[in-house]
Each structure stands twice: as structure tokens, then as C-alpha cells.
């Protein structure tokens, strides 16, 4: 026994060294196994960039927080895996345009959005809309929690994972595509006058990325898009379909996990707003505005970049509009927060990041200040201001100020501005972009606040500027007459208005404990007083005559006397400014034209709101202002008479041949003007709506007596035994082309009859030059994006279907119809018995 177990000794040990030895080698090849499967896991996710990036030369990378990978015309975003699950905000802004009127303004509606993954792709999650729920309810709050999904509205393949696995990258082209909605969406927009776009189609052929960057908790990426844009006038759409070439910047930015703390709008405050829901109290539900403001401590002022290109002298003009506003918040005890630096030298400075403030100098062919406003959509804090400061600023002053200024200042009877003259201009208008940058929102009634006494005044001027707000759309106090200045009266906008500091107070001032009550007290304690009331935008058959652009004062007919007393002016001395030869044609050319603009848009259109105004105010059980009220009887009489006394005779305009040199070989403008329908069109055009106005007075100004009205006025000659002029046979065939067309029956009449329905728009070409000069804000219909409740303005009245007027103006052709026999009978040549013949005519044939 023992001999075989010594005999099996080596035998094991053999045994044994090739166990171990099988086991080394199977350890040998695991472990080279191991190591094989990670360089191939490690090459896999390296291979990422490989596999997406292959020609080097086309990819750049720009690396931030989100890093943005730009290959030929595709954009990657490479996502923080720790990132998913976060709420980010969409804002897109149009930096240059073809047409300036668009340049500087949103390109679409901000949006929020979360962005998520599953183990495939990455989510765009549309967020649960904001609520404002009871915080005393801990249930409320858990139940909305489970009861609420965020929707998927975009998703997205994975492409891959970086090396490490902390952020996976995806192919976000079709996002930022200007055929996405979230980026370029201009439905609803004005077009100038009384165009409204209705769609754009970006053109694929023509639109590419110009740039992709990435900064700290955003990146940005700008595309130049061509779009063909779909017009309509007055409801009914062009054939005509304009291009427009824009810049659009498009930015992704984080937000913050910690959200400012919210304040309450209020419709009587002008602020800008966020919408909620709220669902505080249990048996129903309501919508709710918080303001849009500045997050302001002593840690955390608002500093403005300001562009080094920008002069100096322009510098110092945007700083003492800094300065104005920062008075008003020392007044609340808040310091001076609104600083100016410069743009800094550091290198990782970059002025296009979107979400620092900056002041940048426009090399291109706007000529007015823009400023828009990058806004967190959950609580209404404005993360950044985007202030556009135009090369052209000069162009705007002449344009606006030589019209409205000249015959006060004799610093605009010239083409070439002095630096002074634009450093005003430029203060004025950056007053109007920090208060927007602040949180105030446009306020249409400002202008109409003060008397023309007190706009006279120098020691009221100077004290309370020119308006009660500088949120409206007014630059110069065109009520003061030659010798003002030189008494000291304010020509210009120079300081905000009481109506701005008060919004401002209710903006950033501290409240009591309990905030809601104090907000509604400070909102109702100038109820009834016209130097704090907050106007919006209202609709054409309610028009409220103190929202109106480029309105100035409380007295239409000062007003209107100012404007033509200026424009006159104008018209007899403008020739002599303009006798070097270095001055542009182009300037000479226009230069009647934009007096054409003043006697219609500027001048004509505000005051004509007066017929058939309601004046609205916001509803309150606490206010003893009415809240609506019709404009009185007298008044809008007292307007009508004024609007045709004024343009019965326009014969001044036709008086200096020199002044009509410069716009070509012109033998006269007033022909023009009746030819293409002013007065009468916007006249007629209030007829349509004045509707609300007669049901809703006590003693009204109806539509028989406005017709009425301007019968006498049209056939003035034929009953003072004289033949009827050119320009009033041009008014009635607007005039009696209105009747028809306001009556159904004679309209259905007069199609049937002609292969041409009888129409008050004007012909093509005349539509052509008027939108060109931008003379149809009289007849702009109401954006078809506006909506009606609380802190938005009103588009609509419930249960209002219109007046029937057929009647009446089927009375009133009758009448014509016999005042143009008589005017006939009095004519003097064949020429002018055919011309009544023509007008009796078009009346035969719908009677």
C-alpha cells in the first residue's frame, strides 16, 4: 500500500501542475478577455465622434454646459446626463431683417420645455402649465402632482454616449430649423399699416446656420432663413407673397432650480405678465398674471454691457437714461441698480451670450432702437435684456423729428443732425428700452394725460416731462409753438413719467406681510386720475381715443391744429435746407412723401379715433370711473367737422413748386392724397364702427347724423351754387362706393351686376405705394394673436354682432343721388357733367 501510494505520488503531482497550470492559463485568458471586451466597450464609446464627425475639417465644437457640435449644416448637442429632467427655456429673436420693423423683435413665442431620455432618446417634454395651488393644503398639491403628466412633444434617436457616460449627444438639427415653430413664427405680426402676416415658409434653399456657440447654462445658435411670407389686408389675403431675410438667434438656456419669488399683475398696472392657473379656491378655477421683473438685491443689480464701438458721446447720452431710472429706485430705497460697463477685455467675454444684458452697436440699415427681453416662463423673471443701439440713428431723427420739430427748433431745418440733437433723441428712446428691460409694458395712454397748456408750460415740463409715461409711443411735444424752447418748455421726452415710477413701485417696492392686499390698494389709490392710467391696445369698433400711437395731449383739435401748423411749415421752407449737392437723392426724393405720412398716419389717424370712441376702463367695485363711456356727442362732432374743414383745402400742400420739386417732377400733392381716398376712406371706416358707441350712449352721435354730417360737407359747393371740384368729385366716389359696400343687399346687387364687386380698398397700385410708405394704420384690423382677459388687451366683445346701418345708407345714396342731379345741372363743361354722370351711375346701378 504504502509502494503505491509513492508509485501515485508523482502521478498527482502531474495531475496537480497541470490543473495549475490549465488554471493560469484559463486566468491568462479571462483576464486578456476582460481587458479585450473594455478596449472594445472604451473604442465603442470613443467611436461616437468617429462615427458622426468623420471629415475633421467640417466639425466644430463649442463647449460649455451643453457643448453644441456643428457638422456641415447639422447641429449635435452633446446633454449632461445629470442634466435630464431639468426645466430649460426657448427664446428666439430676430436680430437683423431685411425689414426693420421686424429687426430686434421675437422671433416665436418663448417656450419652456423639460428635456428627459429613455434608453433610446432624448424627450422634449411640453411642462405642466404654471398653477398656483392652496400652500395650505399639503393634499391639493400631491394630488396635482400624480394627476399630471408633461406630454412628449418632440423626441430625438440617441446617437451615442460620450467616453465617460456622463452625457449623451443627439441630432438636434430639425429643432433649430426656422420651419419649427418653437424658432420662427410670425402669424399675427404687423407688416407696417394695415398688413398682418399670416404665415411664413422658411425656404430651405436659402437658409442656413451662421453660427453655433455655448456659454454657461445656454447655448445660442444662429441661422440667417429666407422666408416667403403670406399677407393679408384688412382679413382678406394677398396674392402677393414678399420675402424676408432675417437673422434668427435661437437660445437653449437652463434654468434655475431656485425660482424668484412671484408678484401679482394687476390690469390697471402696466407690466409686463406670465399667465397661471389658479386653483386656490377648491369650487372653482381662474387665470392669473404674475409681472415680469428683474431679480434685484445689493448682490444682484442689472448691469448692462455696453458695446465699445458705441461712441462716447452716445454713452454718455444712453447713461443719463440709466440715471433717470435709477433716481426713481433711489426714491424707493432700492439704491441705483441699472450699471453700465463696458464691454470687458477679458477673453472669455462674449458679448452674444443671450443671457447677459448688453447694449450693442447695429451695423446695419435699422434705424431704431430695439430691446427685447429673454424671460423665465415660470415666475416671470427677466433673466436678460437684448438693447440694439442702430449705426443709422441719424436717419430716425431726421425721418421723425425734421416733420414735427422744425418750425421749434431750429436745429432740424437741416439735413446734416448735430451730435446733440441725436444724443437727445437716443436718451429719449433708451428711457422707453430700460423700462422695458425693467418689467413695464407698453402704455398707450401716457401721451394723452396732459393738457396742452401744460405741455406749454416750461417749469411743468421740466418737472413732469411730456408724458405720464415713457412706455408710450411719443418722442417729441409737437404741442409747443415757435418761442417755446427758448422759454424753456421740454421738446423732447427726458425722464420717466409719474405713471412710470408708480409702476415701477409696484414692481420692486416692498409689501407688507400680506402682499395681495397691498398690490390691489397701491393699484386702486389714483382710480379716476389720467396721469396713472394704464392704456392697452383696443379694437376698432371700441376704439379708446387715448390708446392711440403718436397721439400728444387731451385735446384732438390742439392737436391736429399743431400738427398741420408744422407740416405747413415744412412744406414752405424745407426747399432751402437742401441746396447741397452732398445730401442724398434718395433723401430729396422721399422727403414729400414722409409729409404725406405725417397728414395721415401721425396726424389724421389719432384723431379720427374720436368717432365712435368708447373710453375702457378696467372693472373694479371700488372705482367710481364708469367702465366704459362713450366719447360724447359733441366731442365726436366737434372732431368730424374739424378732420373735414381740415382737408377740404389742400391746396397749401401744391403752393411751393420748389417743395414739390424734390420729390421729382410732381405738379402737385393733393390730388394724390383725394385721388387716393383721404379723408374719406378713414372716415368711412369709422362709420362701420360706431356701433357700440351709439348703443351704449345716452345721448349719442349716430351714424344717420354722421352721414349727415359729411353730405354737407361733400356737396358744400352744390349747395352754395357752384360746381363740385376734382377733389370732392374724388371724396364721393369713395363716399358712395362705402354705401354700397356697407349694405349687403346693394353689394350683393352690384356683384351680380359687375364681373367686379364694388370695394372701398383701393387699387393695387395705389395699395403698392401706400403700404411702401406705410399710410394704412388707419384701417390696421387687430392681430390675430391678441387675446382678450385680464392683463391682455381686448380684441373682442362678447354678444356684440354689429349694427345694421343698410338702411341708413341706402337713404343717404338716395340723397346723393339728388344732390348730384343738382351738382349736374350747376357743372360748367361736358367733362364734369360726365363725371356726375359716372357717380349718379354708380348708384343707378344698385337702386
Known amino acids: ?55 475633421k475639417k467640417k466639425h466644430t465644437v463649442n463647449k460649455g454646459t451643453i457643448t453644441v457640435h456643428q457638422y456641415e449644416d447639422k447641429i449635435y448637442l452633446e446633454l449632461p446626463v445629470e442634466l435630464m429632467g431639468r426645466d430649460f427655456l426657448v427664446n428666439s429673436a430676430i436680430t437683423t431683417a431685411s425689414d426693420i420693423s421686424l429687426a430686434g423683435t421675437k422671433a416665436a413665442q418663448s417656450r419652456y420645455l423639460i428635456i428627459d431620455k429613455t434608453d433610446s432618446l432624448i424627450l422634449f417634454r411640453d411642462p405642466k402649465y404654471n398653477v398656483r395651488l392652496n400652500e395650505q393644503d399639503d393634499n391639493q398639491e400631491a394630488a396635482f402632482a400624480l394627476s399630471r403628466s408633461n406630454a412628449i412633444y418632440k423626441a430625438f434617436p440617441i446617437e451615442g454616449y460620450t467616453s465617460d457616460s456622463t452625457a449623451v449627444v443627439f441630432n438636434a438639427t430639425s429643432y433649430f430649423s426656422c420651419s419649427n415653430k418653437d424658432v420662427l413664427n410670425l402669424s ?46 384688412m382679413g382678406f389675403v394677398s396674392k402677393e407673397q414678399p420675402e424676408l431675410t432675417m437673422s434668427v438667434q435661437t437660445t437653449l438656456a437652463l434654468l434655475s432650480k431656485e425660482n424668484m419669488n412671484t408678484r401679482e399683475a394687476n390690469p390697471r398696472v402696466g407690466t409686463g405678465y406670465i399667465s397661471y392657473t389658479d386653483y386656490r379656491n377648491e369650487k372653482r ?39 433717470e431710472w435709477n433716481i426713481i429706485f433711489e426714491d424707493l430705497g432700492i439704491g441705483k441698480p441699472i450699471i453700465i ?4 477685455k477679458d477673453s472669455t467675454f462674449r458679448a452674444n451670450n443671450p443671457m447677459i444684458n448688453t447694449i450693442a452697436f447695429l451695423n446695419n440699415n435699422n434705424s431704431e432702437v430695439t430691446a427685447y427681453n429673454i424671460t423665465d416662463l415660470r415666475t416671470g423673471e427677466i433673466l436678460s435684456s437684448k438693447i440694439g443701439v442702430p449705426r443709422d440713428l441719424a436717419v430716425s431723427v431726421r425721418r421723425n423729428g425734421v416733420y414735427q ?48 397748456e401744460e405741455l406749454r408750460s416750461p417749469e411743468f415740463t421740466q418737472k413732469y416731462g411730456i408724458t405720464a409715461s415713457v412706455m408710450d409711443n411719443v418722442l417729441y411735444n409737437y404741442l409747443a409753438q415757435p418761442g417755446d424752447k427758448e422759454k424753456g418748455v421740454a421738446l423732447i421726452v427726458n425722464k420717466p413719467g409719474v405713471c412710470d415710477a408708480f409702476t415701477l413701485k409696484y414692481l420692486y417696492a416692498a409689501t407688507s406681510e400680506n402682499e395681495s392686499d397691498t398690490l390691489k390698494k397701491w393699484a386702486m389709490e389714483h382710480d379716476g386720475d389720467p396721469r396713472y392710467f394704464y392704456g392697452k391696445r383696443s379694437p376698432a369698433y371700441a376704439t379708446d381715443p387715448r390708446c392711440q400711437n403718436h397721439d400728444l395731449g387731451n385735446d384732438p383739435i390742439a392737436s391736429l391744429d ?14 432751402a435746407w437742401f441746396h447741397d449737392d452732398n445730401i442724398p437723392n434718395d433723401y430729396r426724393e422721399l422727403f414729400p412723401d414722409f409729409v404725406i405720412i405725417e397728414l395721415i398716419n401721425k396726424t389724421l389717424s389719432p384723431v379720427s379715433s374720436y368717432i365712435g370712441g368708447i373710453y375702457i376702463n378696467e372693472a373694479n367695485e371700488k372705482s367710481n370711473v364708469p367702465s366704459y363711456q362713450p366719447v360724447s356727442a359733441d366731442m365726436q362732432r366737434k372732431v368730424v367737422q374739424k378732420i373735414l374743414s381740415t382737408f377740404y383745402d389742400l391746396s397749401w400742400l401744391d403752393s411751393n413748386k420748389d417743395f414739390l420739386r424734390l420729390g421729382g417732377v410732381n405738379p402737385d400733392m393733393s390730388t394724390w392724397i383725394y385721388n387716393n381716398g383721404y379723408p374719406m376712406m378713414s372716415l368711412m371706416f369709422r362709420l362701420m364702427r360706431m356701433g357700440l358707441s351709439v348703443e351704449k350712449s345716452t345721448k349719442s352721435y349716430t351714424q344717420e347724423a354722421y352721414l349727415n354730417d359729411i353730405e354737407k360737407q361733400l356737396f358744400k359747393e352744390t349747395l352754395n351754387g357752384k360746381p363740385l371740384s376734382a377733389p370732392m368729385i374724388a371724396q364721393l366716389s369713395v363716399y358712395i362706393s362705402s354705401l354700397k359696400g356697407m349694405c349687403p343687399t346693394l353689394k350683393a346687387i352690384d356683384k351680380a351686376i359687375s364681373t367686379r364687386a364694388a370695394s372701398i380698398a383701393l387699387n393695387e397700385q395705389t395699395n403698392h405705394k401706400l403700404q411702401e410708405l406705410g399710410l394704412l394704420t388707419t384701417l390696421a384690423p387687430i392681430s390675430a394673436t391678441e387675446k382678450q382677459s385680464g392683463m391682455e388687451p381686448m380684441t373682442s366683445v362678447n354678444f356684440y354682432s354689429g349694427t345694421d346701418i343698410e338702411a341708413i345708407c341706402y337713404d343717404k345714396l338716395k340723397s346723393a343721388r339728388r344732390y348730384l342731379i343738382q351738382a349736374r345741372s350747376l357743372a360748367s363743361n361736358d367733362i364734369e357733367r360726365g363725371k356726375c354722370d359716372y357717380l349718379i351711375a354708380m348708384i343707378d346701378r344698385v337702386i
Not at 421683473?293 to 447713461?319: E, G, H, M
Not at 460697463?341 to 470687458?344: D, H, V
Not at 433723441?425 to 401721451?447: C, E, Q
Request: glycine content about 4%; aromatic content about 10%; charged content about 25%.
Open 405 to 452: 420739430m422744425a418750425e421749434i427748433d431750429p436745429r432740424f431745418r437741416t439735413y446734416y443732425i448735430a451730435d446733440k440733437v441725436i444724443c437727445e433723441n437716443l436718451t429719449a428712446r433708451m428711457l422707453k428700452a430700460f423700462g422695458l428691460s425693467l418689467g413695464l409694458a407698453t402704455n398707450l395712454a401716457g401721451s394723452a394725460a396732459y393738457s396742452p
Open 285 to 323: 378655477f381662474k387665470k392669473g398674471y404674475y409681472v415680469t421683473r428683474r431679480n434685484i438685491t445689493t448682490q444682484q443689480p442689472v448691469v448692462f454691457y455696453i458695446d465699445t464701438l458705441i461712441q462716447d458721446s452716445w454713452v454718455k447720452a444712453i447713461q443719463k437714461s440709466a440715471d
Open 341 to 344: 460697463k463696458p464691454y470687458e
Open 562 to 575: 399743431a400738427q398741420i401748423a408744422h407740416v405747413k411749415y415744412v412744406v414752405k421752407n424745407s426747399p
Open 188 to 233: 399675427g405680426r404687423s407688416y407696417g399699416g394695415m398688413l398682418t402676416i399670416v404665415s411664413a415658409s422658411p425656404q430651405s434653399k436659402t437658409s442656413f446656420v451662421d453660427s453655433a456657440d455655448a456659454f454657461d447654462n445656454c447655448i445660442s445658435i444662429t441661422q440667417n432663413c429666407t422666408a416667403k411670407l403670406s399677407i393679408s389686408i
Open 1 to 55: 500500500m504504502k509502494k503505491l501510494f509513492l508509485w501515485l505520488i508523482p502521478i498527482l503531482l502531474i495531475i496537480g501542475s497541470a490543473n495549475e497550470a490549465n488554471a493560469r492559463s484559463k486566468k491568462k485568458k479571462g483576464k486578456a478577455k476582460t481587458e479585450q471586451q473594455t478596449d472594445s466597450v472604451q473604442k465603442k464609446k470613443k467611436s461616437v465622434y468617429d462615427k458622426l464627425f468623420k471629415d
